[in-house]
């Protein structure tokens, strides 16, 4: 493997759905959103992206069975038109050619199934408990809007990592979307924050899907 | 993006002009006196450069607006024949041919335009709070030149980063140059030895545009 | 040498070995435990692996001939039929795309040998002093067949290094197979646990043996 | 420049010469080594290796004028019938690939010229004040020589950097040769040291000049 690797396992149906996308990062807000996302939607495992840029480690299971780290791609079985994609990792920092090259294969994968909208969980560090939802959008239009449904807008500043990323490459390729950011005190995975954020994305993807 | 890309916004109308770049670096020297260059020649947006070794993160405006970090190239709408290079981050400390190559694509540009001359804008360290001007130069001719202008020939040393090695790349092209270094006492931005620089760089451009 | 490159000395009289591979790494049980296993079963070099990416050093012997660090394959004169696989060095922690690329050329190997069993050895921190030989496998079947044979299982946890990735790579190339690791409490050579493994490996070795 | 280039400034009249490296490193003997060799031997500079994996910075002379980082190659005008190379800087320590290139590219140039015998000069630490020469060599016979004249053999270690990369892929290339060592305490420049190898490595240089 000299080249990430993409590996269908099957094509779920979906048709220009929208892709939401949380990956291992500050207070595991994006990875614990995305499962319980996965879990309420009834979602189902339908790719696997393997990269020669992810750790040289194993995944071993509470049954001692082991596996490459990897990027998971979900589909619900029926209802919502999304796609969800979560992983082990996120390529190391000091590889960031190898970051651009994995979110554009995400991206073209993305295409295929002509999205045209991607939303970003994310968290940010903070140093108040209060628990805050804070957005970044691709327009103006998107911020207000996430705005005038409870989040903050997260203006003048940088989001690192693949929740910023992705958002900012699928913006050069004509998408639209956000990044949903939830405030975090620790470095643990914080679930409280998670689930501010995942009650918010609720908000979000309901008009969307009664739209569809 | 798997490679620097650049994006033409309209073609400047400038001859043989002389670029001048100011990127973030030791005390935002660079940076700081790139903008009051762009603000004071009421220069416009003409072209951006993208590449993978950027950091992967995206930089949000005060309205919440994301968008890639990147290089841009401004030209006056009149008046001074120059093209100011600025930019939001530089390449990261361990990926240097990334840096190489970066610098390679500007000087690629600058040759499609005729540029033949080029001043890079930078900050050095100093334990003094005197501020001073210094310079190094592709020839003697330049530094000396400099050097009765004002400026302190930076001698026997060694310049990290961009404004080093884009006056290092240009002179192994042919062309000819100077890089002008504000002394500065700490990491944060530091508007007062900015403002020497830009100050000493008026100075060096006013009669170089006489002559055009 | 701009890539790995295997130097073959001769070729061994092996069908369809079970590699077994112990490199450098945490209290040094792997490369141990493979030089034990060396010297049990007199096996010889027959091939050496060389890589750009191996750290920039020469190994120099008691007599003062240096040479490039490198992998290095071992085979039984006669008896057992397996292949073993250790070496100076691992590939560097920041460059894992070169030892995604040294590991595939491994595999590589082991596929013109028809070998479809790989048993990788390592070492594990722990805070206690007592030695105990941990088993992680490609199918659930190994790992309850080592457990009964007196390993723990590795259960939700991660493998780092070379150990781990062989045996992910393996898996995914339709290997099956084994990673057995040392608990031990120092970086230093921990040569006791390295003894546990070697006597846990020898009861596995030999009714594969047998049924050969 | 996106790959390592070098710049011939005129063919000198060497025939199978032998090649002496002294690079920037521990205690700077190298380099220090290098200089002294190229004073003495009355040298010229003609040929220079740039690189892009060399730091991003521009040398700076004391008029003030810069130039990239390089590699240089000197021959005598006359006499002995070796070539010196020395340098500002060495490949950064993160970047191991780049650094088998330049030696690479270093020992092709060595090809062409018939060169069939290397000297590479370094330094180690030593916690003691007494300045000591050690040597490795590509076979026990240089190394014993070496020792009979003074050296002490530097057995069962390994040697960091350009001085034992170049050795070990010479070596590989078939090429003879062995690396002289100068004991330092510290990681200043160590002139008493250096001055220890180069007195040895005269000593080293003599018959075999008298043997052409």
Known sequence: MDRPYLRMLFRPQVKEPTLITGLPGFGNIGKIVANLLIKFSQAELFAELYSP???????????????????????????????ILTGDVQPPLDDIPAHYEVCGMVLDLMDEFGCKYIITIGGIPSSQPVKEVYVAATKPEIAVDYMEKGAIIYGGGRIMGASGL????????????????????????????AFQVFKFLTKILEPMQEEV
Do not use: Q, W
Not at 58 to 70: E, H
Not at 170 to 190: N, P
């Open 166 to 193: 992705l958002l900012g490459l699928a913006k050069r390729r004509g998408m639209e979307g956000a990044c949903i950011l939830g405030s975090t005190m620790g470095l643990t995975a914080d679930r409280e924050s």
């Open 53 to 83: 840029s992810f750790p040289d480690i194993v995944i071993v299971d509470k049954g001692g069975v082991c596996r490459l780290p990897r990027y998971e791609f979900y589909a619900p079985k029926s209802g919502r038109n999304i796609i």
